[in-house]
């Protein structure tokens, strides 16, 4: 099975992420690291609270995986 997932202004986006990551770690005093994964437990909890299930979840690790390898279309 092949995953794909285009994401529209996908560039633009990875650049309000950063900047959304980078104040909250100039805000917390923390590493961008660590303020990434603050990030992503925040998006994985509202994801959640919108009923998303734990096996989507798994489905979205495993497209991750898949563009990590260039087979997708990010």
Do not use: W
């Not at 917390?28 to 919108?50: F, M, S």
């Not at 798994?58 to 990590?68: C, D, I, T, W, Y």
């Amino acid at each position: 099975m092949s995953l794909c997932y285009p994401i529209p202004a996908r560039t633009q986006l990875r650049r309000e992420l950063l900047l959304v990551i980078e104040a909250h770690s100039a805000s917390t005093g923390t590493e961008d690291t660590k303020a990434a994964l603050d990030a992503l437990i925040c998006l994985l909890c509202e994801l959640r609270a919108d009923g998303t299930t734990i096996d989507q979840l798994a489905f979205l690790v495993g497209l991750v995986g898949e563009m990590e390898d260039g087979v997708g279309n990010v």
